[in-house]
T-cell receptor, first 112, second 112 residues
Framework: TQLLEQSPQFLSIQEGENLTVYCNSS?????LQWYRQEPGEGPVLLVT?????EVKKLKRLTFQFGDARKDSSLHITAAQPGDTGLYLC????????????FGRGTSLIVHP | NAGVTQTPKFQVLKTGQSMTLQCAQD?????MYWYRQDPGMGLRLIYY???????DKGEVPNGYNVSRLNKREFSLRLESAAPSQTSVYFC???????????FGPGTRLTVT
């Protein structure tokens, strides 16, 4: 059973479109991180959300942490080909454990 | 400042051979991790080291051993490689256990 479920699994869009990807769990997380991984490279941290209801913006990317801290979303405005990559959410398992767990990711392709 | 480095970048092994994957970080981080990434499976934690001198099993530890050599270095050993261990291996580090992680570029391992 995957602790963090990401959707959609794949997304193929045209440059300029908006999109939202989701990261959901039945468990409460003390924090969630979003990473982007480009082909052939390791994941790179984008943002950490900590407080329920928190919204963070990184240029055209908007990250939100659910009020109950069980879900998070990433919204990209006016997607560009440079946004292409695998978007991963991750967080510590909790329950006294700090073992990190990752979702399986959303693979995004933005066509010029 | 190199961040997290991994060697080798690519490796081909025959079934039954052994090898050690090396990882080093120069960020003075306390925690280090080894993951494997397979298509459709996301990142799965093999072993982690919350602090120097400690190591613990992750989700998929069978067939692997680790050594936290010092605060900087964390190695992963395959004693008798199997085709099921064909994967991309990532090392990561974080200042706090379960916190924001910084990844290396990965080792692409093929076992024939």
């Amino acid at each position: 059973t995957q602790l963090l479920e990401q959707s959609p699994q794949f997304l193929s869009i045209q440059e300029g479109e908006n999109l939202t990807v989701y990261c959901n769990s039945s468990s409460v997380f003390s924090s969630l991180q979003w990473y982007r991984q480009e082909p052939g490279e390791g994941p790179v941290l984008l943002v950490t959300v900590v407080t329920g209801g928190e919204v963070k913006k990184l240029k055209r990317l908007t990250f939100q942490f659910g009020d109950a801290r069980k879900d998070s979303s990433l919204h990209i405005t006016a997607a560009q080909p440079g946004d292409t990559g695998l978007y991963l959410c991750a967080g510590p398992r909790g329950g006294g454990s700090y073992i990190p767990t990752f979702g399986r990711g959303t693979s995004l392709i933005v066509h010029p | 400042n190199a961040g997290v480095t991994q060697t080798p970048k690519f490796q081909v092994l025959k079934t039954g051979q052994s090898m050690t994957l090396q990882c080093a970080q120069d960020m003075n981080h306390n925690s280090m991790y080894w993951y494997r990434q397979d298509p459709g499976m996301g990142l799965r934690l093999i072993y982690y080291s919350a602090s120097e001198g400690t190591t613990d099993k992750g989700e998929v530890p069978n067939g692997y051993n680790v050594s936290r050599l010092n605060k900087r270095e964390f190695s992963l050993r395959l004693e008798s490689a199997a085709p099921s261990q064909t994967s991309v291996y990532f090392c990561a580090s974080s200042d706090l256990a379960g916190g924001e992680q910084y990844f290396g570029p990965g080792t692409r391992l093929t076992v024939t």
